[in-house]
């Protein structure tokens, strides 16, 4: 059994064959999905695409937020709607936010205020939060910022977290341990470069530990530069597990009621 923690399944690269895509999933042994809910961003009348996924679909849990990409388009009005979203029984998150210095889509002062007034929003839902961080080439920045962010805005909420396609270090992986926070690795993790993450993955314990996707995007190894798809998270545990020695079964099994016991979902409801 297995968890994808982290994927886009409203994604129109999924328009095609959606129900196929979760088939195949449970036939994978893939039975729980968190669909982040970005959609398409402010405006675009998207911000419930997880939540319509996860009506729909047994196993499937849903956030709400506004990605750092979109964090320039985000009004006041956009927050109004996120709250009340965010009160249905299938939403388990808020996210993904965060930053993003990689691609610098949104002005960085920008989406460092709108990802600061999501965490307050997530607070007064009694939420935690799913964390994108994405620091440029040969950079910590990132990473730095979110990090002193969280600890001073976010670590007293108790609520704490996931850090989603987690690509940092050692250290930041510990960082992110020590403010409540959950890691989530995926299909980078297969990536030739990717050494500092194979490295984290070997000092995170055994129950704060996550495994996505992020598909449509990051496909993993034998797959990579297709179209991702939750199916293939066991990819991701099949590498996981060679690193800690375990079997796939183990990891997947782990991982799955670690994202349970985080989320308060009792097993009979993912089926
Ligand atoms: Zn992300
Ligand atoms: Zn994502």
Same mark, same amino acid.
């Given at each position: 059994?297995?968890?994808?923690? @982290?994927?886009?399944?409203?994604?129109?690269?999924?328009?095609?064959? !959606?129900? $196929?895509? &979760?088939? !195949?999933?449970?036939?994978?042994?893939? =039975?729980?999905?968190?669909?982040?809910?970005?959609?398409?961003?402010?405006?675009?009348?998207?911000?419930? /695409?997880?939540?319509?996924?996860?009506?729909? &679909?047994?196993?499937?849990?849903? =956030?709400?937020?506004?990605?750092? @990409?979109?964090?320039?388009?985000?009004?006041?009005?956009?927050?109004?709607?996120?709250?009340?979203?965010?009160?249905?029984?299938?939403?388990?998150?808020?996210?993904?936010?965060?930053?993003?210095?990689?691609?610098?889509?949104?002005?960085?002062?920008?989406?460092?205020?709108?990802?600061?007034?999501?965490?307050?929003?997530?607070?007064?839902?009694?939420?935690?939060?799913?964390? @994108? /961080?994405?620091?440029?080439?040969?950079?910590?920045?990132?990473?730095?910022?979110?990090?002193?962010?969280?600890? $001073?805005?976010?670590?007293?909420?108790?609520?704490?977290?996931?850090?989603? /396609?987690?690509?940092?270090?050692?250290?930041?992986?510990?960082?992110?341990?020590?403010?409540? &926070?959950?890691?989530?690795?995926?299909?980078?993790?297969?990536?030739?470069?990717? %050494?500092?993450?194979?490295?984290?993955? =070997?000092?995170?314990?055994?129950?704060?530990?996550?495994?996505?996707?992020?598909?449509?995007?990051?496909?993993?190894?034998?797959?990579?530069?297709? !179209?991702?798809?939750?199916?293939?998270?066991?990819?991701?545990?099949?590498?996981?597990?060679?690193?800690?020695?375990?079997?796939?079964?183990?990891?997947? @099994? %782990?991982?799955?009621?670690? &994202?349970?016991?985080?989320? !308060?979902?009792?097993?009979?409801?993912?089926?």
């Amino acid at each position: 059994m297995y968890t994808d923690s @982290h994927c886009h399944p409203e994604n129109k690269r999924f328009d095609s064959d !959606r129900p $196929e895509i &979760f088939a !195949r999933a449970k036939a994978a042994g893939v =039975t729980t999905l968190l669909a982040i809910g970005n959609g398409d961003g402010p405006g675009s009348g998207t911000f419930d /695409c997880a939540i319509k996924l996860a009506e729909q &679909f047994d196993g499937v849990y849903a =956030t709400v937020g506004i990605h750092p @990409h979109e964090a320039a388009l985000a009004k006041q009005g956009d927050f109004d709607e996120l709250l009340e979203l965010a009160r249905h029984p299938k939403v388990v998150a808020w996210g993904e936010i965060g930053l993003d210095y990689y691609y610098d889509h949104s002005p960085r002062e920008v989406q460092q205020s709108v990802f600061l007034q999501q965490m307050e929003l997530a607070r007064a839902a009694k939420l935690p939060i799913v964390i @994108h /961080c994405r620091p440029s080439d040969n950079s910590t920045n990132a990473w730095d910022d979110t990090l002193s962010l969280l600890r $001073e805005n976010w670590a007293s909420s108790g609520l704490g977290g996931v850090m989603h /396609c987690f690509g940092g270090t050692v250290d930041h992986a510990r960082a992110s341990l020590d403010i409540g &926070f959950v890691i989530s690795f995926a299909g980078n993790i297969t990536f030739p470069k990717a %050494q500092n993450i194979r490295d984290a993955a =070997t000092v995170v314990p055994d129950d704060r530990m996550f495994l996505e996707t992020d598909s449509p995007y990051l496909a993993p190894g034998p797959y990579r530069g297709k !179209r991702n798809e939750p199916a293939f998270v066991t990819e991701v545990a099949k590498r996981v597990a060679e690193l800690r020695g375990v079997s796939s079964e183990e990891i997947g @099994h %782990q991982t799955s009621a670690n &994202f349970r016991a985080f989320f !308060r979902i009792k097993p009979a409801e993912s089926q």
